[in-house]
């Protein structure tokens, strides 16, 4: 045999050398060698070199990606879940094209290395495509370098199907804090304010600080002096009462964002009284002939708020029996015999602590109080007899004076913004209630036996219930 081509055996009947027919014998169990081309080589380190750039390039995606909030990143998680695939795919074929063809390289190699039985041949052979072939100890055996790699084609389908499954988004409680412009109470007043020329101050109230040009009456003046809350803090006190709910800040940080605030606002301390007692009802007629249309009618509700000493009370009526009382004159009148409600309430100033806290968007409120301190009323702070002239500061000032007066705006400005609070709630809420009932049916009365100055006087009950108008049987009406 020359040249890896294999020559028939002579037809002679006696060989012409000893040992040629030793020689055809071995050659027919001799597979041709095969030179390992530098294509393969090539192919199979190509192949290789594209799964590490793949691998290369899932791991620096997922790094990148690995704890950063979406907001930050230019990519929607579709377009992540994409490139995760395309990244995975690509590693997978490219290793497989790789193993694959150092697999067949190699089964030719073991295959010529020595004879081999049919059944272990096609086991080899299968170990690609039936994982069962991987438990045929023979293979094993013939071929454990070939068994590997078929281990590793196989589990390499598997490993592939967790990247992009794990690249998800998760949420996790981060804190973090942001500059926003929020409305805060009672801000401080900056050290560079010059209270004593026309620096504004941001306040509850309507232009407490004023300058008053020089007059007959005095000298040129800077003075403060409250006056009446803002039409806008009014408005929201107003929108509170009819919505019965907290106003909605309108400034939103964002969802599950969080602000603390920490001032001194007011807070009501009331009393509750009971005590019996009378009040006059009047008669009230519709203005007809019909005199089933007529009632009495008495005030059984009152809400007052008393701006200058900032106490807010609640009166409360509850009609029993009443009395009408007829003149020889023929003039009457009705009393009314009542149990009396009476809350009174007068303000404190405490320190808030509040949270404000926006879960899903919605913004909810929790507070504490401390701190509790008596509210000064206006004659309190201003200057002269009962505070008629509030804080004045002649100009111009004089550096004690001055100090003076920065040291007293230091703490009534504060203050007068807890006024403004009360004044906006309080003036919304004053208010009064009249109760009517029919004119009462003689049925309905019983004369007094002691009746006194030509005056009868007749005990009634009954308040407040509607009853059928029969003539048969009632002569009238008082």
């Not at 009152?302 to 009609?319: G, K």
């Not at 309080?426 to 030509?454: A, H, I, T, V, W």
Request: aromatic share 10%; glycine share 4%; hydrophobic share 35%.
């Amino acid at each position: 045999m020359e040249d890896d081509i294999e020559t028939p055996p002579s037809t002679s009947p006696a060989p012409s050398r000893p040992n040629s027919t030793r020689g055809a014998k071995a050659a027919r169990y001799k597979f041709p060698n095969r030179e390992v081309h530098w294509k393969y080589i090539g192919m199979i380190t190509g192949f290789l070199f594209a799964a590490l750039l793949s691998a290369l390039g899932h791991y620096r995606l997922v790094r990148y990606l690995d704890g950063k909030l979406t907001d930050e990143v230019y990519l929607t998680q579709s377009e992540v879940s994409a490139i995760s695939i395309l990244f995975t795919t690509l590693f997978k074929a490219a290793l497989t094209a790789s193993i694959g063809t150092c697999f067949a390289q190699h089964l030719w190699f073991v295959l010529s290395e020595k004879a081999t039985s049919l059944s272990t041949i096609d086991k080899l052979f299968a170990l690609r495509t039936n994982i069962l072939a991987l438990c045929h100890l023979r293979s094993i055996l013939r071929a454990p370098l070939l068994f590997l790699m078929a281990l590793l084609v196989w589990c390499l389908g598997f490993a592939t199907i967790y990247p992009p499954g794990a690249l998800i988004v998760t949420f996790e409680a981060n804190t973090f804090t942001e500059n926003y412009n929020m409305s805060v109470m009672n801000p401080p007043i900056p050290q560079n304010l010059d209270l004593a020329a026309n620096d504004t101050f941001p306040t509850l109230s309507d232009d407490p600080l004023i300058t008053l040009e020089a007059d007959n009456q005095g000298p040129r003046s800077r003075q403060f002096w409250y006056k009446a809350p803002k039409q806008s803090l009014v408005n929201i006190a107003q929108s509170i009462i009819t919505n019965n709910q907290v106003f909605r800040l309108l400034v939103q940080p964002g969802e599950n964002s969080t602000f603390r605030l920490q001032f001194r606002a007011p807070q009501y301390k009331c009393t509750v009284s009971r005590y019996n007692g009378s009040i006059p009802l009047e008669y009230r007629t519709q203005g007809n002939t019909d005199e089933t249309d007529d009632a009495l009618t008495g005030l059984v509700f009152v809400s007052e708020w008393n701006a200058i000493s900032h106490l807010y009370s609640v009166i409360q009526h509850r009609i029993g029996n009443y009395t009408v009382q007829r003149s020889q004159q023929n003039t009457t009148s009705y009393e009314a015999f009542v149990e009396t409600t009476e809350q009174s309430c007068h303000p404190t100033s405490v320190l808030y602590a509040v949270e404000v806290t926006f879960p899903r968007g919605i913004q909810t409120i929790q507070h504490s109080l401390s701190d509790a301190r008596s509210l000064p009323k206006q004659k309190d702070l201003y200057d002269g007899l009962q505070g008629s002239l509030g804080i004045s500061l002649v100009l111009p000032p004089e550096s004690q004076a001055l100090e003076e007066w920065r040291q007293k705006m230091l703490t009534a400005l504060p203050i007068s913004n807890e006024w403004a609070l009360l004044d906006a709630l309080g003036s919304s809420l004053e208010g009064s209630f009249y109760e009517d009932s029919p004119r009462p049916y003689p049925d309905e009365c019983r004369k007094r036996q002691n009746s006194k100055n030509d005056t009868d006087i007749s005990d009634c009950w009954g308040w407040g219930s509607i009853k059928p108008y029969n003539p048969a049987n009632n002569s009238g009406k008082f």
